[in-house]
């Protein structure tokens, strides 16, 4: 019971700081108001300034976050995978997701890994679909809890005690490949 406690009380954690930064407020490019009154003073006419669009309120954003605990060995290796409409990934170290991280491959009877999204916007969020992979050759049994956040802004959670090899998929719009999880 204990366990639990811990595990959902990370989960909340977690989740809340998903809102937070979701619902955080972003500013306009640095100097684009000082573009426009320079503009004014050059030109007394309307139609040779162009109006420039704000851009769209971009910030970075943790998407994703898989903890994991009371693994019993050393070398437990969980790993966070996330996946984007063009076929990218990321994952067991490596990224190839556009304006994106994702921290170092980690192994440990206790971890996390977490995905940032640089390239988040409320209005036009990209779909990232996410994958828990654990491959080991004996019978570790490793809790985990994962938080994402899907495109629409929803932060979503699941808690596991699985077996000692699994993977879970959990789709956000994008194409989960087959096989990204060897067993």
Known sequence: MRRNKGILAACMVAALALAIAITGTATAAPGASKAAKKCKKRHSTKKKC???????????????????????????????????????????????????????????????????DSLFSPQAARDLSFGVCYTVGGSVHTP??????TADGVVHGDSQNPGSSFHYDYPGGAPIPSGYCPH
């Open 50 to 116: 162009k109006k420039r669009k704000a851009d769209a309120r971009r910030s970075p954003v943790i998407r994703a976050t898989l903890t994991w605990s009371d693994g019993g060995a050393d070398d437990v290796d969980m790993d966070l995978f996330v996946f984007d409409a063009d076929g990218n990934r990321a994952g067991n170290g490596s990224d190839t997701i556009p304006l994106s991280s994702i921290t170092p491959d980690f192994s440990g009877p206790a971890g996390s890994e977490t995905f940032t």
């Open 144 to 149: 985990f809890t994962i938080t994402y956040v």
